[in-house]
């Protein structure tokens, strides 16, 4: 090799060594699978949910975590009308009352995975439960996405299926915050994340590997910009465990 190509080559050389490092750094990081499924039941009219949807909005950041805002309506009379909030979302958190045999419902709540509410700013109850679901994670392995105007969702298998379960699309507004100009949070600005706007059954699950599709139509609800996917346990009618989810565009 003369001298005038000994220091091409030792450039070329060390690029060689770089590239492959670089190419590692720019591509994106594995997404954590996702481990628990929360849900904040709240409302405009309730004085004490700002500090649960503050904390809500820390917990909806963290990897692994799928959070959920539904806005309820019973709390309508106080003078302030939810403008978020759904007869639907009421609905579903009187039936995880009635399905864990609870006599009353309250706000802020969060239910995770399905399961038993807490209070929704009740941080240590929360952390515990977080710390529990850590080692594990939801079992039943949910992928999403979009292929032209169709939303195509496959859920896998469970050698020991939990038992009958529905698939629900639930399309989501990611934020939003509103100006409470009357009731109990006069003067103050609710801001929420991941705004439920509806649920879309798209069938059932027993176990079998399945495969659903709906039309991307069925997500712009509400000002809908994303969506989630829920595998569900159905417990008489009621909502049961969930057993799978997946995140849409953009969570």
Request: proline share 7%; net charge positive.
């Amino acid at each position: 090799m003369s001298d005038a190509t000994r220091p091409r080559a030792r450039i070329a050389a060390l690029l060689a060594s770089l590239i492959p490092g670089l190419l590692a750094g720019c591509l994106p990081a594995a997404a954590e699978p996702l481990r628990a499924v929360l849900e904040l039941y709240t409302s405009q009219g309730c004085a004490v949910c700002p500090p649960a949807e503050h904390l809500f909005g820390d917990l909806a950041r963290r990897p692994g975590l799928l959070a959920l805002t539904f806005p309820v309506t019973y709390w309508d009379y106080l003078g302030w009308k939810d403008t978020l909030g759904h007869s639907l979302f009421t609905d579903r958190q009187r039936a995880y009352a009635t399905a864990h045999g609870e006599v009353r419902i309250y706000t802020p709540a969060l239910v995770i995975n399905g399961g038993a509410a807490l209070a929704g700013a009740n941080r240590a109850g929360i952390e515990t439960i977080m710390q529990e679901t850590r080692a594990g994670g939801l079992r039943v392995p949910v992928r999403t996405e979009e292929q032209g105007d169709r939303i195509v969702v496959e859920v896998g298998a469970d050698p020991n299926p939990p038992g009958r379960a529905d698939v629900w699309l639930v399309p989501l507004l990611r934020s939003r915050a509103v100006a409470v100009e009357r009731g109990e949070n006069r003067g103050r600005v609710a801001t929420y994340v991941n705004v439920v706007r509806g649920l879309y059954r798209l069938g059932a699950w027993t176990g079998q590997a399945a495969r659903f599709e709906a039309p991307r139509s069925a997500i712009q609800v509400g000002e809908a910009d994303s969506y989630a996917i829920l595998v569900q346990g159905a417990l008489g009618g009621q909502p049961g465990r969930i057993w799978g989810a997946a995140k849409g565009p953009g969570l």
